[in-house]
């Protein structure tokens, strides 16, 4: 079976554009998450999508968007880009929301350099 | 509030050499906590867990005891290897997301 598959790989963007970021999760998994690393740090939650609705969102500004589609993939979008937002953008699946036991699954990520 | 703190790096060991790695943790009530690896270029991989007071994760020659008392979750190996070179990462679960540390980079010399 495939695991969580994150495209495009690597971006680059400038400042004030737009970019989306895309990600498949694990056949079977309905909840997706996605998380911004910067260099030298590590993953910081940026929303939890399960079963095509918002269950969680962490401290980034409105111009951070996302969805999921009825198929369980989902987009993240950024828009306004700042320089700020270059760091690896990290998608995770697990087959439910929340709960001890919830294990996330995390794909290659994408590499997202804004100049 | 929830948070993890891991020692600084880089940890730099000859191969053979034992290994730790510490990791503290501050959540309300008894999480989940997770050691996880990023080889370089690559996302995170799931290396061990554990779910409860006193429980062993273990995987691939790598341990770590859940310790409620000292709020801790410590990642050890008795021999590490030179393909052990990576980032580890500490987390808990806090309701709908992980909570990392910031990492420590392990380099392992032949």
């Known amino acids: 079976d495939a695991g969580v598959t994150q495209s495009p790989t690597h971006l680059i963007k400038t400042r004030g554009q737009h970019v989306t970021l895309r990600c498949s999760p694990i056949?079977?998994?309905?909840?997706v998450s996605w998380y911004q690393q910067v260099l030298g740090q590590g993953p910081q939650f940026i929303f939890q999508y399960y079963e095509k609705e918002e269950r969680g969102r962490g401290n980034f500004p409105d111009r951070f968007s996302a969805r999921q589609f009825p198929n369980y993939s989902s987009e993240l979008n950024v828009n306004a880009l700042l320089l700020g937002d270059s760091a690896l953008y990290l998608c995770?699946?697990?087959?439910?929301?929340?709960?001890?036991?919830?294990?996330?699954?995390f794909g290659q990520g994408t590499r997202l350099t804004v100049v | 509030g929830n948070s993890v703190t891991q020692m600084e790096g880089p940890v730099t060991l000859s191969e053979e050499a034992f290994l730790t790695i510490n990791c503290t943790y501050t959540a309300t009530g008894y999480p989940s906590l997770f050691w996880y690896v990023q080889y370089p270029g690559e996302g995170l991989q799931l290396l061990l867990k554990?779910?409860?007071?006193?429980d062993k994760g273990s995987n691939k020659g790598f341990e770590a005891t859940y310790r409620k008392e000292t709020t801790s979750f410590h990642l050890e190996k008795g021999s590490v290897q030179v393909s052990d070179s990576a980032v580890y990462f500490c987390?808990?679960?806090?309701?709908?997301?992980?909570?990392f540390g910031t990492g420590t980079r392990l380099q392992v010399f032949p």
């Open positions: 995770a699946s697990s087959l439910r929301s929340g709960g001890k036991n919830t294990e996330a699954f």
């Open positions: 987390a808990h679960y806090n309701t709908d997301k992980l909570i």
């Open positions: 056949s079977g998994h309905k909840s």
């Open positions: 554990a779910t409860k007071a006193d």
